[in-house]
């Protein structure tokens, strides 16, 4: 039996897990705040609880702040490079040698399909790879001053960096922040949704267990209020790295402000994908599934929006409405086609989008209802859902549902395609589906996004910078852009005759 399998197993026959981590993970070690409160973690594929966390508080992010600054100033930040590369290759090394772990873990605590989480931790694996390899290569500058000067610059890392890490994705977001900020030289205190605490803390033991001295890597567990304000407002933090919504994260702007604190936010979105007339047509609606079903649509970069030339418009609809009634539901670890949404909380919001939109008369071709595992009714599913030729001044097709409710907008042409493309308040990602190359890549230019999919969504990986324009953020995650994030430039200029 394989270590996944043994681990189901463990968790049908107990209810839990008994490898799930206990406490914060502070200067090094798993520790009990004094307080000793705890929060309950649930499954969403059952709705039911399946363990407990920490509940922190103010005081265990000073810790953690303390003791990342602790170990910046007195061991990190002089680290060689090619040591910090060590050490995070071996990371990698390890997330692989955990991935069983770990992607149970992840499904279990998110609830998405387990394949996606085991997709999730070889890309976390690879983010510390492509970072490990980067440590002995930021590099900065030199200036042509002339014979009498000499002039360049050098990359610092900024300090001690706050991570806000949100429940969609989080050991990859996890991942795409503490690697970067690491090769960078910089420490980390990071803040996982109370909705998924466990990856993020075995993620760091993992780091630990890889060489990481005591008191680099820390993660305090607990709510928004009782941990994520006190972090992103502690006057010792020097970066923010925020993932969530545009509301969450202009308090964390309003915060950083007060001690001038930089930060990188990735906000939402409402991501379209233009499909052209001379698509490929199979290749166009296979795209636009997984664009809007992976991890049951709960994606910052989902590709929410299916603008879609009037001339294919019905035998593109025809195929997709079949194949999204065809996608079976299920249970995380049941490795269904689309899975449950992360809480109750956030199954009424996405309900109450499609029943206004039912109200107002909105044509909902698949879908459209709230749902549970078959056969037993547990857990918090909504139906794969399609409405169909939606205006664009509707609130389906301008507010992020964060589900997996797709819109169609139907356009006349090229040119008004890129016009309904274009009429959101984001600008996260873009998709588009043509044969014709030279119409791709301009339209590619005319869009309003920070990152566009040609002819495979979600295409790229951890080489490609991510982040947003307008109300999606500011800040470059992923890449070198990424690794920069974590770093500030210093000019030397110097007279030598």
């Not at 197993?9 to 799930?20: C, D, F, M, N, W």
């Not at 300090?159 to 960078?184: D, E, K, Q, V, Y």
């Not at 820390?218 to 992103?232: H, S």
Request: charged share 20%; hydrophobic share 40%.
């Amino acid at each position: 039996m394989s270590k996944s399998a043994e681990l189901i197993k463990e968790y049908q026959e107990t209810g839990t897990l008994s490898a799930l981590p206990s406490g914060h993970f502070i200067d090094g070690v798993f520790v009990e705040p004094s307080h000793n409160r705890t929060m309950e973690s649930f499954d969403p594929g059952k709705g039911k609880a399946f363990a407990r966390f920490t509940a922190g508080d103010a005081g265990d992010v000073d810790k953690a702040v303390v003791s990342s600054r602790y170990a910046f100033e007195t061991v990190w930040r002089d680290l060689a490079p090619v040591e910090r590369c060590r050490i995070l290759q071996k990371a990698a090394k390890l997330i692989l040698e955990n991935s069983d772990l770990l992607s149970v873990v992840e499904s279990l605590d998110s609830g998405k399909p387990l394949q996606e989480a085991e997709g999730d931790v070889r890309g976390a694996a690879r983010t510390f790879e492509y970072y490990a390899g980067a440590c002995d290569k930021l590099q900065g500058d030199s200036f042509p001053l002339g014979p009498d000067y000499v002039g360049y610059s050098i990359h610092e890392p900024v300090g001690i960096t706050a991570h806000i890490i949100p429940w969609n994705f989080p050991i990859s977001t996890a991942a795409r922040g503490f690697a970067p900020a690491l090769a960078a030289g910089c420490t980390v205190v990071a803040k996982p949704a109370e909705q998924t605490p466990f990856t993020a803390l075995l993620l760091a033991k993992i780091l630990s267990d890889a060489g990481l001295p005591n008191g680099v890597c820390n993660v305090v567990t607990g709510t928004g209020a009782e941990v994520g304000a006190p972090l992103t407002q502690h006057p010792g933090v020097d970066h923010i790295t925020f993932t969530g919504s545009v509301e969450t994260g202009k308090r964390v702007m309003k915060a950083a402000a007060d001690d001038i604190t930089r930060v990188v936010l990735e906000l939402g979105g409402k991501s379209p994908v233009v499909v052209l007339a001379d698509c490929d047509l199979d290749q166009a609606v296979s795209g636009v599934l997984g664009a809007i079903y992976e991890n049951a649509g709960q994606i910052c970069s989902a590709g929410s929006r299916l603008v879609i030339e009037r001339s294919i418009h019905a035998p593109f609809m025809e195929a997709l409405v079949q194949r999204t009634k065809d996608l079976k539901l299920g249970h995380g670890l049941d490795k269904p086609d689309v899975g449950p949404v992360n809480s109750s909380e956030h199954l009424a919001k996405i309900a109450g989008f499609v029943e206004r939109a039912k109200a107002r008369g909105a044509k909902i071709v698949a879908g459209g209802n709230v749902t549970g595992v078959p056969g037993t009714g547990d857990g918090w599913f909504f139906e794969p859902t399609i409405v169909d030729a939606v205006d664009a001044s509707d609130e389906l097709a301008q507010e992020e549902i964060f589900g997996p409710v797709l819109t169609v907008q139907i356009a006349e042409d090229a040119e008004h395609a890129l016009q309904l493309a274009n009429d959101s308040q984001y600008g996260l990602v873009a998709g588009i589906y043509t044969k014709d190359f030279a119409k791709a890549h301009q339209m590619a230019r005319k869009i309003d996004a920070g990152q566009i999919y040609i002819n495979e969504y979600f295409a790229g990986g951890i080489e490609v910078p991510f982040g947003g324009n307008k109300k999606s953020g500011f800040g470059r995650e992923k890449g070198i852009e990424g690794l920069k994030s974590y770093c500030k430039t210093k000019s030397v200029a110097a007279k030598i005759a």
